[in-house]
């Protein structure tokens, strides 16, 4: 049977309501013949009791009867896969595009929005379990790579404090609790996956005063991994100036503290906007911004020059300013000058294309929520460059001698007007 097939026999509508055991069923198809699936099975079978009912069907088809043989889906997993991981903070699964385009198999995901579930769900036919701080650690399968693009939050010290008033020691994932990146730290001492591979914005660095970041290393440290990071910006894989902060660890236990890891060589930046534009001038033309927006971001622009405030008027032949979440607000960090009208923002495909997604990429929510979803996501071949560096440290791809570094230089061509 397709997947298709089942989605529609069972009415499969992720999102109506954090539905455990409707990602336990999905997940289960994608892992039935593997260890993983005995995490989803009973959970599964659940599922199909519950919507056999719901759905007055008279009967309830055999979880096996349900077991897709083709997956008509945009990314259907690797049969063979060469390794596994898991996709936290999922959004709509950019990790998950890079790490199956390197063949390998994802075992579990996490993300609560329910947009951001549809997109995934009919992207790759699975549903992600929700809100990953209600969820056992012991339930999730075992996985060679971790990968987490986790929202930060400051430490509060109110658990410490507590802890200490009690006269009991505490380590560093002491301080990470109540935030989302404990819940990360949690999983990881848990499960001991080879290799991590997190991805956060740039300020994570400097965030609540430079307190957050050294205790997330300390942390990773203290759970005995080997951490690299660095400063990695899209511009060299798409036209997006896009800095983001990647974070790789390996486990000291399985390496003897000697993974040898390097973040990859970054080619030279090569692409420009023009290359990702639509060229449907009746289609692209919806996407004008009304006078009244448009005086607005001028006067805005005019109000805050002096601060650098304003908008970002993209030039084809250069690259982007940094997509945001906010980006369906007004548009005003990247828009696209036209002949004869007011500038126009970019269309959700160009969104995607800028992160580096493939066409076949299926958008099936409003624009608002696309926006969201592409801002808020990993650009995609940076992810996989990175990927393919942790698999050679694995020993899952061939060592090849490394390139040399390519210095990050200036942006070329970058054309920011700021009127
Ligand atoms: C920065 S985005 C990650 C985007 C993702 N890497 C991608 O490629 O699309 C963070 C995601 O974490 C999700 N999130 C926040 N808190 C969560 C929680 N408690 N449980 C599950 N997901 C959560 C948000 O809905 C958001 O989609």
């Keep these: 049977m397709k997947y298709s097939k089942v989605r529609s026999l069972l009415g499969i509508e992720p999102g109506k309501k954090d539905d455990l055991r ?6 289960y198809l994608q892992n039935y013949h593997t260890p993983a699936g005995e995490f989803f099975r009973e959970a599964a079978g659940q599922y199909v009791r519950q919507r056999s009912a719901e759905l007055k069907l008279g009967y309830v088809p055999a979880l096996e009867s349900l077991l897709p043989d083709r997956w008509d889906v945009a990314f259907p997993p690797n049969v063979n896969p060469d390794f596994t991981f898991i996709d936290l903070f999922a959004g709509i699964g950019g990790f998950r595009v890079a790490l199956q385009n390197l063949n390998g198999k994802c075992v579990f995901t996490s993300e609560w929005n329910k947009y951001a579930k549809q997109t995934y769900e009919v992207n790759f036919g699975e549903v992600p379990f929700g809100d990953i701080t209600t969820i056992d650690e012991t339930q999730i399968p075992g996985h060679d790579i971790l990968t987490a693009g986790f929202p930060c939050q400051p430490f509060s010290l109110a658990g410490v404090s507590k802890k200490n008033s009690l006269g009991r020691e505490h380590g560093f994932l002491d301080q990470t609790q109540g935030t989302l990146f404990f819940d990360v730290a949690r999983i990881i001492k848990e499960k001991r996956p080879k290799a991590f591979l997190l991805e956060n914005v740039k300020n994570l660095v400097s965030h609540d005063r430079h307190k957050t970041f050294p205790i997330i290393l300390q942390t990773l440290r203290e759970l ?7 400063v990695l910006d899209g511009r060299h894989y798409v036209p997006q100036h896009r800095e983001r902060i990647v974070i790789v660890g390996f486990d000291n236990q399985l390496f003897d503290g000697k993974a040898d890891f390097r973040f990859p060589a970054l080619p030279p930046v090569s692409s420009c906007l023009a290359d990702i534009l639509d060229d449907d001038e009746t289609f692209t033309r919806n996407f004008t911004l009304s006078d009244e927006l448009w005086r607005y971001l001028r006067d805005y622009a005019e109000k805050h020059r002096l601060k650098g405030n304003g908008f970002g008027l993209a030039a084809p032949g250069c690259i982007t300013r940094t997509l945001s979440a906010r980006y369906h607000k007004d548009g005003s960090e990247i828009l696209i000058p036209q002949h004869g009208a007011n500038p126009r923002r970019l269309t959700p495909r160009e969104c995607a294309r800028l992160q580096g997604y493939p066409d076949d990429f299926r958008i099936v929510v409003s624009n608002t929520q696309a926006y969201r979803q592409f801002g ?7 992810m996989q460059a990175v990927g393919e560096e942790i698999l050679r440290t694995l020993g899952i791809r061939e060592n090849r001698p490394y390139l040399p570094e390519v210095a990050s230089g200036p942006v070329v061509g970058q054309a920011e007007l700021l009127l």
């Design 22 to 27: 409707l990602a336990a069923f999905t997940h």
């Design 376 to 382: 808020n996501s990993v650009v995609v071949p940076l």
């Design 224 to 230: 005995d991994y080997h951490v690299h990071y660095r």
